[in-house]
């Protein structure tokens, strides 16, 4: 793990975006609360960025910091928060399981007047070449609900596989089961490209 996080839990620059490691500051959690409570909900029913999973996206102040604690302390990956032209427009997590060389991306959400422009896919473009390149990573895994019309369309574009579907793998704030649909992208696959 001393690699990838030597590696990965840094500041990034892609050509259009910073990605930032937040430390779980009250100025920062206020930073992003401030832009999360002006989001629509229900354009983030696929996600899981809070940390009690009461729903969606974060609820409060106090949730906002806590997401930010856990994703700055955890001891199996991290977290960038995403910026555009200096503003804070969203958020990827990342888990890297070492015994397989497996690079598992977690969560992820743009604010949606930042949707289409392709700003997912020059994050994981980042995050390929990171892995596969500098870590020595051998497989990318991605997954989404079914019913996530953007991410399935921007994970397919970016030329992952589907592996298959875990079935009913995920639990709604509101107790109900939604199928998982897994999607990978081995090294051999990135080099061919
Ligand atoms: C899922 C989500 C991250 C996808 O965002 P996105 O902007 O559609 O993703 P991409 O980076 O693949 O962008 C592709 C779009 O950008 C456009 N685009 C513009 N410039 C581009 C560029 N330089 N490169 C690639 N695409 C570009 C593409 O034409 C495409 O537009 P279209 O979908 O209208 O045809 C976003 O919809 C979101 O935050 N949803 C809510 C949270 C969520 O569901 N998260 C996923 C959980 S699995």
Not at 147 to 154: D, M
Request: net charge positive; charged share 25%.
């Amino acid at each position: 793990m001393e690699k990838f996080f030597e590696l990965f839990k840094k500041n990034l620059k892609t050509a259009r975006l910073e990605l930032r490691i937040m430390e779980p500051t009250l100025a920062n959690a206020e930073m992003v609360w401030e832009v999360v409570k002006t989001q629509n909900p229900d354009d983030f029913k696929y996600v899981w960025f809070t940390a009690t999973h009461n729903s969606h996206m974060t609820e409060s102040l106090e949730e906002t910091l806590q997401r930010i604690k856990l994703d700055y302390e955890s001891k199996t990956g991290c977290a960038y928060y995403v910026f555009y032209q200096g503003k804070f427009i969203g958020y990827q997590r990342i888990h890297y399981i070492e015994s397989s060389r497996t690079l598992q991306c977690a969560a992820v959400w743009f604010v949606k007047s930042a949707w289409g422009n392709g700003f997912n896919q020059e994050v994981h473009k980042k995050l390929e070449s990171m892995a596969f390149d500098e870590l020595g990573a051998n497989r990318i895994c991605r997954q989404i609900m079914p019913a996530n019309v953007r991410s399935k369309k921007s994970i397919e574009s970016g030329g992952y596989h589907l592996d298959g579907v875990d079935r009913q793998a995920e639990m709604q704030p509101d107790g109900t089961f939604t199928d998982r649909c897994l999607y990978s992208k081995l090294i051999s696959e990135y080099k061919q490209k």
